[in-house]
């Protein structure tokens, strides 16, 4: 019974390691160039990808300094975020 239980252990100690968070919400700090910043970060147009959903709210000025925005985080492999994705605005 205890190996079953140090394995239960093992399995949630790799899964916690493992996980990575993918969507976060942004703040627009400038529309053109684009710049977003999460998490202590400020992201510059050439690591933002957007979707096709945002490039419309963006050119059709929907999309403004101050907004939030959900973005999913692009990793490399020792975890660091490489790039993101702008996905959608939120609307409270």
């Not at 190996?3 to 976060?24: A, G, H, M, T, V």
């Amino acid at each position: 019974m205890s190996s079953i239980n140090d394995l239960i252990r093992l399995i949630r100690r790799i899964s916690k390691e493992e996980f990575r968070p993918s969507f976060f919400y942004a703040e627009i700090t400038n529309i053109s160039p684009l710049r977003l910043a999460f998490n202590g970060l400020e992201l510059i147009s050439e690591q933002i990808m957007l979707t096709n959903t945002a490039k419309t709210l963006i050119t059709s000025n929907n999309m403004l300094k101050g907004d939030t925005v959900l973005i999913k985080a692009n990793y490399e492999d020792d975890n660091s975020i490489y790039s993101v994705l702008l996905v959608d605005k939120v609307v409270k």
